[in-house]
Every structure is written in C-alpha cells, then in structure tokens.
C-alpha cells in the first residue's frame, strides 16, 4: 500500500481528523499534483478551519505558484484562526510570513 492509500485508510477510519487530510495535501504536493493538493487545502481551511498548520503550508505552496492574492487572503485567515486558538507559534510564523511576502 502506497502512502496516500495508507492515509486514505486513514481517513476513512476516521473522517474527523483534520491531521490525515493535512498529510495527503502534502503528499498531493510532493508529486507535484498542485491542482490536488490545494483542492485538498481547500477542503480543510472549509471544513477544519481550526487546523491552524494547513493556512501556513498552503500559504507556501501558493506563493510557490506565484499565486500572492489567494495567499495572502490563506495567511490573513489563518492569523485570525491562529490567534482564536491561542496558537503563539503558529501565529508567528503566519505573521512573519506576511510580513516577508507582503
């Protein structure tokens, strides 16, 4: 079984982890299915917003496609989940993200 297979299980044991649909966006993205991965994104900033750790990486990934205004509007979501959560860390870097990009 490959890995997104493995995850896919993963996920339909348990279709309330926002953790396993993180890990298959990133595996959508380490085969260069960009298409996937940030419909995946998608899908988790919608139904999960409170898993701070996807706006970060999405947030890359798009500005790796050149794609500024969905990831500035993915950064400034992702701050004010960060911050609704108490996610110091997290907020950080998201505004540090920001800052460097634009």
């Known amino acids: ?9 993963e996920i339909n044991q348990d279709p309330t982890d926002p953790f396993n649909y993180y890990l298959l966006a990133i595996e959508w993205l380490k085969e260069g299915d ?4 940030f419909a995946q994104f998608e899908m988790i900033i919608s139904d999960f ?3 701070v750790a996807t706006y970060y990486t999405y947030a890359n990934a798009l ?3 050149n794609r500024e205004d969905r990831a500035e509007e993915i950064i400034q979501a992702g701050i004010v989940q960060a911050d ?3 996610a110091a860390k997290a907020l950080k ?5 920001l800052e460097l990009n634009f």
């Open 1 to 9: 079984m490959d890995r997104k297979e493995f995850i896919k299980n």
């Open 34 to 37: 960009i298409n996937e991965a």
């Open 63 to 65: 500005l790796a496609d």
């Open 84 to 86: 609704k959560k108490g």
């Open 93 to 97: 870097e998201l505004k540090q993200l």
């Open 49 to 51: 917003p409170e898993y």
